[in-house]
């Protein structure tokens, strides 16, 4: 079973420092990391290779340095790590991230067969979750997000079973192979990467690819050109004043008429529409 | 199947790399373990990087290292509560190729210095422990990692693991070592504008100072504290043995406080934000301490082989030479590939040789005789500034009246004879 993971490296947000002025992360504040739900997305992977065969491929996209995610991933257990690296991808947002992911997923194609792609639920940078499903969508494939289990894999029967989140507990689907899932944290734990993995990760030189080396791309589709998505405006979160405690001698009535009348009294903050309050 | 190098070398500070960039350098088959997330990570020093030792190594790595400023003064400190002595060098001639000596953040220097290891050709692995040496038949022939399948082999395994040096002691090259061998640095690294610190040092651009400081900083206990300038922070910190701090009750954490609030001091470093905390063993048990350094398939070198002369506040110049000089040995002993003590003795008998072995030797009694006689730091520092403000203050009093009253109030606590043993013990342990 070929399983293709994609991954991220991201500055490292527990740490990172947001521009007061700007109100955008200083990445120099931070040091690059592999983005922690693709941690798991990978780990996955080698699971499942252990269990069914096949290979794990590691594909990217970002600067040079990305290679150094790769190579944490070697460290996990991929095989092999592509990044595809160019200034003409730069100022991708999502739509043009996944279109120039899925032109080198299908220059991967053209040598080995990929039955599984997996990714991590979200980038800890920008939180929005889209380049897993767009990828699928491309690739048309099912995209099955929030995976915390995988139940059943059938590569024979290309079949798989997976436990999903949602928010009020989970559910259990079948999907058809290949196809996409993006995985939660829960999923599973990176296991300590054993020694020799270790050393083959610190001489493991992932393969860069330049636009050059994919077909058929559609330039208008690449980077900043290839990207609808406008930042209007970022500013940091309100401070909450913290919550008001209702007790009210324990009366729920008047705590529910407080209620009602605070929300009456507040009902600017309903009305509002987002990011102009 | 676990796999066999050349040479391991455990530790990735300036012993471990230049011995690692050395045996790289000349075609042998290295594997660097570095314990931090990286090189650097976990390393701390005081933040003077000596240019000669290093050039040895990389000629002309300013040029492309990581560094912060080259100092062109050395100010010395003799302070009191609220007072000081001063002396200090200026040369311009420091701010210019071949430099002296530079600051550098060990962060981002022993990150890029590992690198240029790796560009020699040496296998670097990072947030990996080796909790011991393998031993067959009373011969070093790899080490164990913390890791699943952690074993991993070699003809020679360098210890350059700092100053616990777990596997040195493992292997029953040193015991613990004691209280008075051993110095706790603590130190913080405050972010200021590199206008500010122009301004407040009295230096242009990309010139730096370092500052040591002696007496009240350390209550009179056996140790100095300093002030470095960076580009855009401060390195500022204080030492004593472990000893001291014993006997004087002393926290750490404490004694940096009280420097950052010195009024000398404080002007200096005032609207710092912390931007790092850190706290290190020294050793400093000098030549006396110095423990087994080879054995069959090992050698010791840095920290670990306590090459630190505490007295001129170098340590990784030694460290660097050490690991430069076990990777020469390495690459001779590679030639006639015999790996046993006998052949690997070469390396303690150039350390010996060299200004490491001369200097520590030199030294061998200073820390002991410092240690054992409170009094340099408690009374004479205190001394000097008593001297310098009755000698200076105008109050018409005849300068010859003032040199007698000097001369007596600097006998007076420990009588002539008492000075003059002081001297003349002082005299013979540095000498």
New interface residues.
């Given amino acids: 079973m070929n399983i293709l993971v994609c991954i991220k490296q991201v500055p490292d947000t527990k740490i990172i420092k947001v521009n007061p002025k700007t109100n955008t992360l200083d990445r120099s504040s931070a040091p690059a990391i592999l983005n922690p739900y693709d941690a798991h997305a990978v780990e996955e992977a080698v699971r499942l290779k252990k269990i069914h065969g096949g290979k794990v491929v590691v594909l990217s996209m970002g600067p040079p340095q990305a290679k150094e995610a790769i190579k944490k991933c070697v460290e996990i257990g991929a095989d092999e790590g592509y990044l595809i690296s160019d200034r003409r991808f730069a100022g991708a947002d999502t739509l043009a991230t996944s279109y120039a992911l899925y032109k080198a997923i299908q220059k991967l194609m053209d040598e080995d067969g990929i039955d599984l792609v997996l990714c991590g639920k979200h980038a800890i940078d920008g939180d929005t979750g889209q380049v897993g499903p767009g990828i699928a969508r491309r690739m048309e494939i099912p995209p099955l997000t929030n995976v915390i289990k995988v139940e059943e894999v059938d590569p024979a029967e290309k079949m798989i079973k997976v436990r999903r989140k949602i928010e009020n507990g989970y559910e259990i689907i079948q999907s058809t192979l290949p196809c996409l899932l993006t995985v939660e944290k829960e999923i599973n734990e990176v296991a300590y990467s054993p020694l020799p993995n270790m050393l083959r990760a610190a001489r493991y030189n992932p393969i860069v690819w330049t636009v050059d080396d994919l077909k058929d791309v559609d330039m208008k589709q690449l980077g900043l050109k290839g990207s609808p998505t406008i930042v209007g405006k970022m500013w940091p979160p309100a401070k909450s004043d913290g919550a008001q405690m209702l007790d009210d001698e324990g009366d729920v009535k008047k705590q529910a008429e407080k209620i009602v009348s605070l929300v009456l009294e507040k009902r600017e903050l309903f009305e509002a529409k987002g990011g102009e309050r | 199947m676990s796999?066999k190098f050349d040479v391991i070398v455990v530790g990735a500070g300036p012993a471990g790399t230049s011995c690692a960039y050395t045996c790289a350098k000349n075609g042998l088959n290295v594997?660097l373990i570095e314990r931090g997330e990286f090189p650097g990570a976990k390393n701390v020093m005081g933040g003077i990087l000596y240019r000669k030792q290093m050039e040895e190594i990389i000629p002309e790595f300013w040029k492309e290292a990581p560094l912060e400023r080259p100092v062109i003064e050395q100010r010395f400190w003799f302070l009191d509560k609220e007072s000081m002595v001063t002396t200090s060098y200026k040369g311009l001639e420091w701010g210019k190729e071949p430099y002296n000596n530079f600051t550098v953040l060990r962060a981002k220097f022993d990150k890029w210095f590992a690198q240029k290891a790796v560009e020699q050709g040496a296998?670097?692995?990072n947030e990996?422990v080796v909790t011991e040496c393998i031993v067959e038949d009373g011969k070093v022939i790899g080490v164990r990692?913390?890791?699943?399948?952690?074993?991993?082999y070699a003809d020679v395994v360098v210890l350059a693991d700092g100053v616990n040096s777990l596997l040195a002691k493992k292997l029953g090259f040193h015991k613990e070592w004691k209280p008075d061998q051993v110095a706790l640095t603590v130190m913080e690294v405050l972010k200021l504008p590199k206008k500010t610190i122009n301004e407040r040092f009295n230096v242009g651009e990309n010139q730096g100072v370092s500052i040591e400081i002696f007496g009240d900083a350390t209550k009179g206990a056996l140790g100095t504290a300093f002030l470095y300038t960076n580009q855009d922070s401060l390195n500022i910190g204080v030492g004593t043995t472990l000893s001291g701090m014993i006997k004087k009750k002393m926290k750490p954490h404490k004694l940096l406080n009280e420097l950052k609030e010195h009024p000398m001091v404080k002007p200096y470093i005032e609207g710092g934000e912390t931007v790092e905390y850190l706290a290190h063993l020294i050793p400093e048990g000098g030549y006396k301490a110095i423990p087994k350094l080879v054995g069959d398939g090992v050698i010791v070198t840095g920290d670990a082989a306590q090459f630190v002369n505490a007295i001129h506040r170098e340590g990784s110049n030694m460290a660097m030479s050490s690991g430069k000089i076990a990777a020469e040995t390495i690459v001779r002993a590679k030639e006639v590939n015999d790996f046993s003590e006998r052949t690997l003795d070469v390396y303690r008998t150039t350390i010996y040789d060299s200004f490491i072995g001369k200097d520590l030797k030199k030294y061998k009694d200073a820390a002991h005789t410092f240690e054992e006689h409170p009094q340099y730091f408690e009374q004479y520092v205190p001394l000097m500034n008593q001297a310098m403000n009755t000698f200076f203050t105008v109050d018409g009093t005849a300068k010859w009246d003032k040199q007698k009253k000097i001369m007596k109030s600097l006998t007076a606590g420990r009588g002539k004879l008492g000075v003059a043993k002081d001297l003349y013990r002082a005299w013979k342990a540095v000498k």
Wanted: aromatic content about 0%.
């Fill in positions: 796999e594997l296998t670097l692995i990996t990692t913390d890791r699943p399948d952690g074993d991993v």
